[in-house]
């Protein structure tokens, strides 16, 4: 059996009777990987929409949603863009260890992934910079931080850019503010809910080896 998604690619309908008992540690492993995929390949997907765990000056957790722009498969790499004047980033320059949380509803799976993330600003986001769509730009010629205090409802937007895609060289002016976050994950933990019971698996990448263990969730 399997589910359509919006995309109408079959998805594996949730794990349940023989398709649960015969989930295997590689399965899991592999299951992560086409999880991380599709966020990054499909813009309908709910796996697009993850969120980023951090650590806040105060130590207490800082969470926030977050789009998945891209997957290094091989290097375990997961790339999101983000204002470089955000909390987020101060947060990471401070403490770089950081957990990424995807849940799919049609699979009813939670991945966790735990790793340290590098904010990259300046010739070193370049390529992202020119990768990222018109839209996906503009938000980064908001005129003070993510996060300021506004004594009115706002975008943060420059009047003469609300509601339009501005031009190029407009956008160009916004390009000191992004950051292209780079977060590199060494260990793995999935949970696969099922009336059939419960999986839970974790994986960790101490080298190129991956090592695998069933939990109990
Ligand atoms: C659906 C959705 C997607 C978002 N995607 C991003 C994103 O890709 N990058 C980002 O910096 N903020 C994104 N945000 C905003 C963040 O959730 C957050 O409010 C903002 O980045 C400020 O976070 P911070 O103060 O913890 O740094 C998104 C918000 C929503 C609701």
Redesign the pocket.
Known sequence: MANETMSGRAVPAPFEGEALRRLTLEDMAALAFVLLAEGAGDASSPLR?PVLATVSASGAP?V????LRNFDRPGRILE????AR???VAELEREPRASMLFYDPRRDVQLRLAGQAVPLTGAAAEDAWAAAGLPSRRAYLAVTA??SISPAPTSGLPAEVEGLIPSVDKLEEGRANFALLRFGFDEADMVVLSRSGHRRARIRWPADVAAMEWLVP
């Open positions: 929409k800082a926030r949603t977050v789009i999101l863009f983000t204002d955000s909390a987020k993510p996060g």
